[in-house]
């Protein structure tokens, strides 16, 4: 199975795709869709959903995973964050993916085993799920890592594996259900 | 010039379409794009876009409106709101045309005289400016009317026909300046 994590934002975008069998998972390729330098806020959406749409078209997930957020700063944040948010939504259903989103406690569950973990712990969780010598960058890259780990510890994947399962929409599974399936 | 008005939201979407030769407006459309009943989120984005595209290239404007909020209810109601807006954009901007904005109160004053005019004023005026003999049917399709003419009595349209300018960003003209422009 193959996920691709979306982190929206208006000046830089987080993705992150992973293979996963089930038990290990592989990380295929990680970085942050730029659009801050653009002449103007359209631009910006436009830049967010061109990139988007040829890595999707190059990686063609089974998936789109993207973070639900509730809570912003103020309502003009969130509309701004909601621009972003749209367009990277659009670039996965026009690329025929399925949309699936998990609140931030949500993803903390599933890859730190506490809903209210620190932005550090999760990094550094996403960067020994994956096997890797260092925590991805940019932030927003490793953001991303985290809610298709989310994903990747939730549903359908956990019950092939015989694990205790959770649906997308509801707990995440804990760490401990997951941890023996990594080799 | 042709005007393309969009007043987004997620379960309803207004636009209208004006021509002007900057002395008589003439109702080209208007309608919303109705994606409430769809199964998710994601797929009421789809429709959204979709529906714009197909509007755009066939009426092809040479500029969209669109109403530029930044006080919304709260801010899960104004993130639901940006996704809708965003895609709008893009639509737009993926059509190859100019997305200008303004805020309610530019609109108000571009359209009634007085940036805090109540809705109905407002439709009042949309339906007597476009020479219609009833407001518009539904309301977003009037509130989109209202950002289309509040482009047509702002900036260069108004430079050309010798009226007292005002650019996109400042105050749009007061009545008295342009109701001149009527026949």
């Given at each position: 199975m193959r996920v691709f994590g979306i982190d929206p934002g208006s000046d830089r975008t987080g993705y992150g795709c992973i293979d996963s069998d089930g038990r290990v998972h592989q990380l295929v390729r990680c970085g942050a869709v730029r659009a801050?330098?653009?002449?103007?806020f359209p631009d910006q959406l436009k830049i967010i959903y061109r990139e988007l749409t040829v890595l999707l078209a190059e990686h063609r997930p089974d998936c789109v995973a993207i973070e639900n957020i509730?809570?912003?700063?103020?309502a003009r944040s969130a509309l701004k964050l909601g621009h972003a948010r749209g367009v990277a939504m659009l670039a996965a259903i026009e690329a025929g993916v399925t949309v699936v989103e998990y609140t931030p406690a949500e993803i903390k569950r599933a890859v730190v085993g506490y809903g209210r973990a620190e932005k550090p712990q999760v990094a550094q969780m996403v960067k020994v799920l994956l096997g890797l010598d260092a925590i991805p960058k940019p932030n927003d890259a490793t953001d991303a890592l985290a809610v298709a780990i989310c994903h990747l510890h939730s549903g359908n994947l956990m019950q092939k594996a015989g694990a205790r399962v959770a649906s997308p929409k509801s707990q995440a599974p804990s760490p401990k259900s997951w941890r023996n399936y990594r080799p």
């Open positions: 801050g330098a653009a002449d103007s509730f809570h912003a700063v103020n």
